[in-house]
């Protein structure tokens, strides 16, 4: 996994409550937590076997307690991986005796031994396979081993490789139920499998998995979109879905039952968050729409307007019955849990737990509960003319499994439509009486101009002009994703497993945003930067929004903070910011001088590890912790580099004298590591680190040498030939994607920048091609962290994926403009079918480093040649480089502001930095 999966916070809250039965059966005996008071202790030198930690006579009195059901790391046992052991003693209940007994975790990250009573039953998760039960629940039938009218010993042995660790969700339960222990997902997998004909979401079917996004800037909630049509959010434990019976011939319609390439699916205009999903059901045009909105002053998260049109293609009337479903299956694949859903009358409204409004405009004529459990799931019961009474408006489930249905009998003429509009709150219920009046005032008509309105205004930043809008529309999708994604201002990779901040993700985001012009929301988001930083002045690779790290070492953050607080100062020239927080950088540079000492022991001279960064989890998917990693050492490169840098803009120059020179060691013993790696290796390309020469992680690994910029020279021949070669090996069997850990990761896009900064342009443009043309969720510029290579669709992490999104906004820019030292360069890798014919293309307002640059490129082919205007308050101490988009031609004159000028080759015009008009001739 690319970065440790951690439960989202909302979604944690969630699934406790879904993998926690206890309060239903509190009084049915049926059921016995064990949650508190584990006596625990860690285990780093793996000596617990050997030493007998597992046995009924081991004193274990001096231990200390932690609970089950939340990761060690909070529990005073921070940053520790690997082994350590739970120890319990529990009494089992007298009434037992002659039942099947069974012991059930929520979760345990990553791996564990079971022991009870002193003998090993049992083994969850793998390391050989990377199989993690961080997430999934586990069971088994301990019936033997229990002793009654006697404690009974329990012994768990865990396992964990990175990131959290431990028995991390609950339940941790003993039950004479196994159903009240099993894994929710099991339990519907097998339901489908006895039940194909039942309308089942994609994932279930297993035609894969993929999601969007749309949601209010900023917000901690967000609304997801799955690619068959179930709309869902990151807090509600269910999803809606809409199904179409046509009466005549009773025939239903369903996105679930069509193929993936049947259901159209866009955002509205291309770019804004608001969802549109379409599928034809007999002659009937269904298309549905689904945003967030939230009326000004008001406190709430917003309410989620969901609207099905429904229009009548036909030459006669159309009488069908419409369906909108309430099922606990949620777009990521996992299972909610929804223990009850009901109607109410007097509010004209379903209720969900009695904590989830679904509010109707139009009321139904029926409504319908199901309890998975003792009839099946809804959508059982549709396809006949007339739904049973034995099924009713209110439904229980002690699984969670339960299921319901509004229900609309409909006639449309030829040629009309009907529209049904529903308002679902991103909030649990307080009070009805006080919710159902704000939802009757909203108009979904208005709030939809309203939210086209504002978050047109909100990304007219930088304009592009281009033939092909689709690379733009992507760009403006992204940088939605990344606002709606915040939190609080704090930078989120993703809705989902990724609701904490990431250095590495947020430098990237930050990098895009500063480049949108969001100055104040990159502003807001580098207090986050900072202000998590320890006493001793590492910066903690991940943490929360109460800023407590989660994380494994990764020595990669201290780079990251460095270069975003920099990146920030180029683009601002805030010197006050840099000021405020100059305390912090210093620390983080005697920090990183501080680790490297460790590495610069006599016992390490004369070997690739002297002077480097020790090992650390680094980027988390690039290998061991125990190995060394160049992208550590890269970024700390960067950081310390930039540090120099504003230590010289506020004038403390020793500062910048020492932190310059250790930058300028560090670099030198990088690539002296490299080099004889390289040699040792008989290899030609710069490895991922000494221990790992031939992975893919040697491509990712190695990027931010080059961008954004710690330590590669372009021109060194070395870096140019291991770049051709990562291509080569990993990239160009694939057509453009980026096969990493047996998976395609959209991080090539970050090595598409690699390849414009190399000059090869054909290179950055297939990967970006291969993106645009593979989403994961197609024509929504979603992007997955890692896309299953078969299906193309999401195989881990999250999405849309947040980093991802800012590789394609910083990638997309490049193309026209990036910085280089004192000088932009412009159009790198603008493609040439862009300036075919007549074609003009364009870029407005768009911040850099030297102040805010629009230029206006026109090709005229009757003249053979092209005219470029620079335009903006742009003063690059270097002037511009540009460089000429066309492979088989080449440039033969240049005229600037109408002089003759003679400093260009066939491929590129050098420009002063007060160059208005630049007149190019070709042939």
Known sequence: MAKFQYSNIKVLIVLFIL??????????????????????????????????????????????????????????????????????????????????????FGGVDDIYDLYINGIKIATFGSIKDEISYWNRASYTEVTKYIKFEEENLIVLRVYDWGGGGGISKLPAAFSIRKELLIDPRDYILEKAKQNPNWLWPYWIQKKGIAWTMVGLENSLEECLRSFDGSIGSTIWPFTLNCWILDIKNNKLFAPEKLSPKDVKANLYNSYLPISELSFNANNIKVKTEYFVFLEENSSSEGVALYQIKLKNNSNSLKKIRLFVSIRPYLVNGQIGKVNKIEWNKKFSSAIVNDSYIIFPEINPDSFYAVSMTKQGDISKFLRVKKISKSIGEKAEDYMGMTSGVLVYNIEIKSNQSKKFNFKIPLKSIISLEQELPILKKIDYARAKNKIISKWKKRLNKVKFNIPEKRYSNA????????????????PHPGPLAYNYFWYRDSAYILAALLRGGYFNVAEKALHYFMKAQKPDGE??????????????????????????????????KDKDLIRKYWDKVLKACKFLKKLRKERLKEEFKNTPLYGILPPSASAEDLGSAKWHHYWDDFWAIKGLYDASFLALILGKSEDAKWIKEEANQLLHCTQNSYKAVMKQGNIDWIPNGPEDLYSSSMARGTSPGLWPGGGLDPKDPIVKKSFEHYFEKWIEPFNGAYLHRNRFWPYGLELAYCYLILNMKDKALKILDWHLNHQTFPENYSWAEQINPETLLFQSGDMPHCWVAADYINLFRALFIREEEGKIILCSGIKEKWLKGENKISIENAPTYFGNLSFYLENNIKKNNLVLILKGDTNPPDGYLFKFPFKDKKIVKVTIDNKKWKKFTSKEVKIPKNARKILIEYR
Do not use: C
């Open 19 to 104: 993998l926690f039965p206890l309060l239903l059966f509190s009084n049915t005996q049926e059921f016995l937590d064990i949650s508190k008071k584990w006596k625990f202790m860690i285990d780093p030198q793996n000596e617990g076997i050997e030493k007998g930690w597992y046995k009924i006579d081991f004193d274990d009195t001096h231990w200390k307690e932690i609970d089950a059901g939340k990761i060690w790391e909070r529990q005073g046992y921070e940053l520790y991986d690997g082994v350590a052991w739970y120890r319990k003693k529990v009494s089992l209940p007298v009434e037992w005796k002659g039942e099947k007994i069974f012991i059930g």
């Open 475 to 490: 760009y403006y999708a992204s940088l939605v994703y990344i606002l709606i994604s915040m939190d609080h201002n704090m």
């Open 539 to 572: 910066f903690p690779s991940i943490f929360d929004i109460n800023l407590k790290p989660v994380g494994p070492h990764e020595w990669d953050a201290q780079g990251q903070a460095l270069f975003a607080l920099t990146e920030y100062y180029r683009f601002t």
